[in-house]
């Protein structure tokens, strides 16, 4: 058994084999497989959205690592059994497998090279300005990458359209998305010397996250996008009226508890005040 210090285990690994899926070259695998989506990405969404929308705590419940990795190396192998196979599985593992993925890019999606330009952008004071920073940052990103985001972006918002019955709220699945998506490469990541800054820094990519997904949700988020740069696969939906229907409906509600929660706050000072009297 090895030990390996806190700072080695929360940096990206990188593969040795730039042909793999999980931890291989992004550019290379979509032109293997002449997609603008990685297939374990559209597969893992397409067994989470048919069997698991409605169970509860997907993407918080853990699988087995041993059957985990069981798949990736399937995956590297024989693709069309995987996907057999992860339709036979609980939707969880699915899950798990779709945030293996992420994790194993060399690069997360928001990269290594913008990322402290997204972080700079939440420093804007008004919340206009800093929407459209964060906006015209996302548009630098390069193509493959948007593309990618916008299709995981579109199944966020499904997966919160059902959080009466799955209990994962926006806020819940930012929390976990932001980090996967934005985490920083091993290089940087070696400069993090504390937990309360990696705890900081968490919360920002959560919020970071949910700002990108309100401009998403509005049509807002992709400018000036040329024609060619909008075709898809068949089946691949980036945005659609029921996704910002979804999130216009979802912040209400949240909006509606959190005042509910205030007023129950200042029933209870109330309350004490006057018993104290």
Known sequence: MKFLSPKK???????????????????????????????????????????????????????????????????????????????????????????????????????????HRFMNAMECQLHEFRLGELCRVFNELPEPNKNIILFILTHLLNIASFSEKNMMSLRNLCTLFGPTLMKLSPKDNLQVEDMNREINESMLQAQILFYILQLHSEGKLIQDVPETNQKTDNNVNLIDNQSIDNFKRLNMKQKAQIDGNNNNIKGAKSQQIQTAL
């Open 9 to 115: 285990t929360i940096t990206r690994r990188r593969t040795r084999n730039r042909n793999d899926i999980f931890g291989g070259n992004l550019t290379d695998l979509l032109q293997r497989e002449k997609s603008t989506i990685p297939r374990i990405l559209k597969d893992c969404v397409e067994v989470i959205e048919t069997k698991g929308i409605e169970e509860v705590g997907i993407y918080r419940v853990s699988s087995v690592v041993s059957e985990v990795q069981k798949m990736k190396d399937l995956y590297s192998k024989n693709p069309n059994q995987a996907l057999n196979e992860l339709r036979q599985k609980s939707p969880h593992f699915s899950a798990n497998v779709l945030k293996l993925y992420l994790r194993e890019l060399p690069d997360p999606l928001f990269t290594s090279h913008l990322y």
